[in-house]
Structure formats: structure tokens, C-alpha cells
């Protein structure tokens, strides 16, 4: 009996025994599982429990023009936040903070209790600001570095850079077209919390995940941005007009040099202006070009040889009925060739070269010349255009599209139109960015011209060019648009804007143009200028037109482009000696200025403090063609101010930033 008490008594022991070696085993494998396969997983989840992770603004690459000045920049500013367990007294601390801050005792109060542990009060402070609160001295208030989008040229190029928001995300221009390109990765401030959740302190620390983004070097120069602005300011202040476009584009390769607005705004405060200010009209509005038109009318007409250049056509005295409608000139003319057609600008001759074309051939060339489609600029927003597919046309169509009513364009396709005839034929893609460089300033990629398609033959280009030089020549309509010393090519526009009341034409509202390319026999610059409902004239020729002539002639001097046609008025203009381009200068022998070009006799002005665009100024003038050097302020020159000027002085300035 004892022995089977025994037996039994054992059995238990090695049935507990194996039970709890079985439970020892399993939690020794759980064990091992969690601590060697999961243990990132666990690691993880230990650290979200005691560390907070507060996302802080990732910083932006910069902005270069085309020398190399810088058009955006990202600087750290103080932004200030408060861990409110740590705040001993909340409304005390707010009522000191509130007037630095420019807010509310009471805004700052609900901030510190919407949350326990971290709160942010004031983002991107002044160094003032900062430095006050500083001194403070307020436990639970402290500082973490964030970047700050700032425009150092403030509203010079704002409309092709764009801003952004306070993410940073890019919302206009660059910022938006390559927001994550210039964007950086984010970076994170860590706090620490106890057991309970309760904050302990803020590490201070951000995370080796924050980096800047790369950086965009523009087509755009900002010296011709700058010329281009002030001269469209003056064309619609001076037109008393509703507002204006300006548009500079290198001919040979698309590169666009300057593209202005008026009325413009600063990217620094965007939120001052108006929804309307803000947009890029030169690529988001489409008009009428008016007779701007007649110059791809002619040159496909030339080049399918529906006409010939001394070809006459009778314009009918000035009135001349098709389809049920009256066509107008504004002059009356009898017998014109096709030159003098664009010269004078007859409404009744386009319309009969648009005939002897026909619909089909007319449609294909303004599909090709880069009408009815967006021209794939690296911007946002960009429209296409309306022009309606030949099967549309009825009645008066033909005739009313070969005079630019009837179908509508943005400045873009214009000037990108126009520099087709300016390089021979062929049609470019403009663009903006010329390449992305790393911090370092070593090229990551760069953008190359592309050629869209050949539109017209060199030979019927250089036919329209010089049919174009008749326009701003003694007699033209465009004669305003001249250029002392160089043949300009140009084309005068006048339409009337549609009433979205009538849904007819208003009697009233008219688009004014002026577009072109200088000099004519070589182009370096395609230029229009678009002056959008003017009071004092409703005609290209007159509002438009001196505009072009003005931003052409600095453009030229800045370039250092000589002049290769008789100057009617000599100017006084200092040039450099030949060893010494300008910042932009072309390596072309021809735009070096020949010795008898050179003026001496002048006295040097004292440019000392000046910035870039107050020199400009000077130079303009006083008639001054100076070698700019480096951006910012003059800090050095030569000749010293005072000092008479020799034809063989090199003339220049030195500029450098502010400290």
C-alpha cells in the first residue's frame, strides 16, 4: 500500500515537474523570440513611449539667376514654443509674451492648454523678438532653429520664382514647378517623457534626417528682369492701363531672360496682394493677338508660295465685304504688296492673303508656329491657348483668324512664335531653369534648348525679317519701337477684347502690343510687350511699342552688343576696353565695341552704396556702359568718382553683400 503511495507521489512530482519545464520552455522561446526578432519592433514602440517627435520645416535649396545672384534663400529664424507642464504660471508667462508676440494674453493661453507637452507660440521670429524674450528668462519657453523663405531682390523675377507657404510648400513658379527638388528632407525636434507621460525636458535635438534641398540656377537675369519691370511699370502707369506684360527670350535657344507683370508683388508678404496680382499672366491669361498675326500668315503663305514678296493685293479703300461682314482698315489704302500689308497693317490684305493660303495650310502652320497648344515651360499654370480646328471655320473665319481675331494666344506663344522667324524657322521650347546644382555648386542636372519642330525655311524667315524691319522704319506703325544703331523687326497689335456681357467685342477695351526681335540681322533678344486695356491709346504703335524700344536699348548695352547701324544721336557711352567683358557678355568677336565708338570726356559718378538696380539706373541715365561685377552694393570702382574718363580707362564697379 505504501509503495503504491509512493508510485503515485512520484508520478506527481515528474508530471509538475514536466508541466513546469514544458511552461519554462515556451517562455524561454517567447523570451528569445521577442528579444532577437522583434526587438527593433519593441525598440520602437519604447521610444514613441518616452520620446515625443515634433516635425520642425524642412530647408529649401536656393534660387541663382542667370549670374549667379541669388533670388531665393532659406535663413534660420527662432521660432518659439512652450512645454506647458513645465510652466509654472501659464497666465503670467502669456501676459508678458503677448505683447512681443503681437497677439493676445488670451490666444497664448488656449495654445499652452490645447496641449500638455509641447505647443508652438510663435513661428520664424525676428532676431529682436527673439533676443527680448530671451531675456525673459521663462522656464518651459525655449527656441528651435526653422528656415524662413526670404527674396532678397524682393518683387524683381517674383512672378516666374513664385513663394511659398509656411510648410514650406512651393504654391507659384519654381517654388512650385520643382518643390521637391528644393525641397529638403525634415527635420524633427525630440522631447523626453517619464513613465506617466508627463514631459521631462526638450533634448534640443533634431535628427541627422534634416537636410537642404538642391538648388535651381534660372535663365532669367535679373539685370534684364529688372530693366524689363521698370520699363512695362512706366508703359501702363504712363497708358493709365489696367496692366501690362513683358517678355524677353533668347531666340536661338528658348532661355527666357525676363518675364514681368504689372501690377507685380513681393514674394516676402504675398499675403498683402490681391488673388489677381499673384498670378503669371504671361503664361496663365490667352488674348487676341490682333494683328501681331499677320506676320505667321505671311510667312506660311510664303513658304507654301501661295504669294510672292512683290505680289500686290487691293485693299479696297479701307472697306471691304466677305461673308456677310465689313472689313476695316484703319487708313485706306488702294493696291499694297505683301510687305507693305504688314508695314500698314491691313485687316482687307491679310484677309486676302489668308484666302489665296486657304484654311487648311493656314490651321497647319499656326499649329505648327506653337498656337492652340501649352509650349511645355517648366512653370505652372500654363494655358493653351484657344484656336478652333479648321473643321470650325465658317463664313468669315478665314479671313478674321489671318488678322488675329477670333483666336486667341498667351505671351508666351507669341514671343516663342516670333523667335521661330528670328532663328531661321525653327520653333524652340522656352524654359526657366537652366540647372540644378547641389549645395556645393556642382551640377546635378542641366536643362539643354529643344527644338520642337522646324516651322519655315531660313530663306522665308529672312524674307518676313526684313518685311518686319519696314514696320518700326519711317511710315510703319511701329516706328516708336526703333533703336538707335541697330535694325529691329518687329510687329505692332491692336485688338478689341471680348464683353462677356454682349458676348460680343467691347467698344471700349482694347489689348495693345508691340513684339519683336534685335537686331534683326543677327538676333540676340525677342521682345514683346503687351499693354492690356489703355486709356490714352488704344493702338501697339503708341503704348506698347516705346516700351520695346526701351527695354531692347538696355538690354543691348547690358549685353554689350555694339551697335552696327549708323547712330543717329550720339550717346554718351563709356565702353570697356576689349580684354574686359561684361558679366554677360557674349564671347562673339562682333559684340565687342569697336575704338570709335568710344567717348572720353566724361567725369566718373560716385556709385559708392549703391545697389544693382541704382546704378542701372545711373547708367541709363547718364548715358553709362559700366562692367558690373559680383551683386549687392558697390563697395570699390574704377575710375574714382570724380576722375575724367579716358577712352582707354576700363570702366567698372565691384559690388558685393551687405555684412
Not at 524674450?133 to 528651435?144: A, E, N, Q, S, T
Not at 510648400?169 to 519654381?174: D, F, S, T, W, Y
Request: proline residues 5%; contains cysteine.
Amino acid at each position: 500500500m505504501r509503495d503504491d503511495r509512493d508510485k503515485w507521489t512520484r508520478r506527481r512530482i515528474y508530471l509538475i515537474g514536466g508541466v513546469f519545464a514544458f511552461i519554462l520552455s515556451i517562455s524561454v522561446a517567447r523570451a528569445f523570440y521577442l528579444q532577437i526578432y522583434e526587438q527593433e519592433k519593441f525598440a520602437r514602440l519604447a521610444e514613441k513611449q518616452h520620446l515625443k517627435v515634433v516635425q520642425l520645416t524642412p530647408s529649401r535649396g536656393a534660387v541663382y539667376d542667370a549670374t549667379n545672384s541669388a533670388l531665393a534663400v532659406s535663413i534660420e529664424m527662432d521660432s518659439l514654443y512652450a512645454e506647458p507642464r513645465n510652466v509654472e504660471d501659464q497666465s503670467a508667462a502669456a501676459a508678458q509674451l503677448a505683447p512681443l508676440l503681437g497677439t493676445t494674453k488670451e490666444a497664448l493661453e488656449k495654445k499652452m492648454k490645447a496641449s500638455k507637452g509641447f505647443a508652438w507660440l510663435a513661428r520664424r521670429l525676428t532676431p529682436e523678438v527673439a533676443a527680448q524674450i530671451r531675456k525673459l528668462d521663462i522656464d518651459g519657453i525655449g527656441f528651435v532653429k526653422e528656415p524662413k523663405r526670404f527674396y532678397p531682390n524682393a518683387e524683381i523675377g517674383s512672378h516666374v520664382i513664385g513663394f511659398t507657404g509656411l510648410d514650406p510648400e512651393g504654391l507659384e513658379g519654381v517654388e512650385k514647378k520643382f518643390d521637391t527638388t528644393l525641397l529638403g528632407n525634415t527635420g524633427y525636434m525630440v522631447t523626453e517623457r517619464d513613465a506617466l507621460g508627463r514631459d521631462i525636458g526638450n533634448k534640443g535635438m533634431v535628427t541627422q534626417n534634416a537636410s537642404t534641398g538642391q538648388n535651381l540656377v534660372l535663365t532669367l537675369d535679373k539685370n534684364i528682369q529688372y530693366i524689363a519691370e521698370k520699363e512695362l511699370a512706366a508703359a501702363v502707369e504712363n497708358s493709365r492701363a489696367k496692366g501690362g506684360i513683358a517678355v524677353v527670350m533668347e531666340p536661338a535657344s528658348g532661355k527666357i531672360l525676363a518675364m514681368a507683370n504689372y501690377p507685380t508683388f513681393n514674394p516676402n508678404s504675398f499675403g498683402k496682394f490681391p488673388p489677381n496680382a499673384l498670378r503669371n499672366k504671361a503664361i496663365t491669361d490667352s488674348f487676341e493677338p490682333g494683328s501681331t498675326m499677320k506676320v505667321f500668315l505671311i510667312a506660311a503663305a510664303l513658304e507654301e508660295k501661295s504669294v510672292k514678296p512683290e505680289d500686290g493685293f487691293n485693299c479696297e479703300n479701307g472697306s471691304y465685304n466677305i461673308g456677310g461682314r465689313t472689313i476695316h482698315d484703319t487708313h485706306k489704302y488702294g493696291r499694297l504688296s505683301v510687305g507693305d500689308v504688314l508695314k500698314y497693317s491691313s485687316n482687307i490684305g491679310a484677309a486676302k492673303i489668308g484666302a489665296k493660303l486657304g484654311a487648311e495650310r493656314l490651321y497647319g502652320y499656326l499649329r505648327g508656329f506653337g498656337f492652340g497648344a501649352r509650349s511645355n515651360i517648366d512653370l505652372p499654370g500654363e494655358v493653351s491657348g484657344y484656336l478652333r480646328n479648321k473643321s470650325s471655320w465658317y463664313g468669315v473665319d478665314l479671313a478674321t483668324i489671318s488678322f488675329g481675331q477670333g483666336v486667341s494666344v498667351s505671351s508666351l506663344q507669341l514671343v516663342a512664335a516670333m523667335s521661330a522667324i528670328a532663328n531661321g524657322g525653327s520653333l524652340m521650347q522656352p524654359y526657366v531653369v537652366d540647372r540644378v546644382v547641389d549645395s556645393k555648386g556642382n551640377p546635378v542636372k542641366q536643362f539643354s534648348p529643344i527644338n520642337r519642330q522646324k516651322v519655315i525655311s531660313p530663306e522665308t524667315a529672312k524674307i518676313v525679317a526684313g518685311m518686319m524691319e519696314a514696320v518700326a522704319a519711317e511710315g510703319g506703325t511701329g516706328t516708336a519701337a526703333a533703336v538707335d544703331g541697330f535694325k529691329v523687326a518687329g510687329k505692332t497689335g491692336t485688338a478689341q477684347k471680348a464683353d462677356p456681357v454682349t458676348k460680343g467685342y467691347s467698344h471700349d477695351k482694347r489689348t495693345a502690343s508691340f513684339v519683336g526681335f534685335v537686331p534683326s540681322d543677327n538676333p540676340r533678344l525677342t521682345i514683346l510687350v503687351v499693354v492690356d486695356e489703355p486709356k490714352t491709346s488704344p493702338y501697339g504703335g503708341v503704348v506698347a511699342a516705346p516700351a520695346f524700344s526701351a527695354i531692347a536699348r538696355q538690354s543691348l548695352c547690358y549685353l554689350r552688343v555694339s551697335p552696327n547701324q549708323p547712330v543717329k544721336k550720339k550717346p554718351a557711352v563709356i565702353e570697356v576696353k576689349k580684354a574686359e567683358p561684361l558679366v554677360a557678355a557674349a564671347e562673339d568677336e562682333d559684340d565687342v565695341a569697336p575704338e570709335n565708338h568710344l567717348q572720353s570726356g566724361l567725369m566718373m559718378a560716385n556709385f559708392r552704396g549703391m545697389s544693382m538696380r541704382q546704378v542701372l539706373q545711373q547708367m541709363e541715365k547718364k548715358g553709362l556702359n559700366i562692367r558690373l561685377i559680383g551683386s549687392g552694393r558697390v563697395v570699390e570702382q574704377n575710375p574714382p568718382p570724380g576722375k575724367k574718363i579716358n577712352p582707354s580707362d576700363p570702366v567698372w564697379v565691384k559690388l558685393a553683400p551687405s555684412a
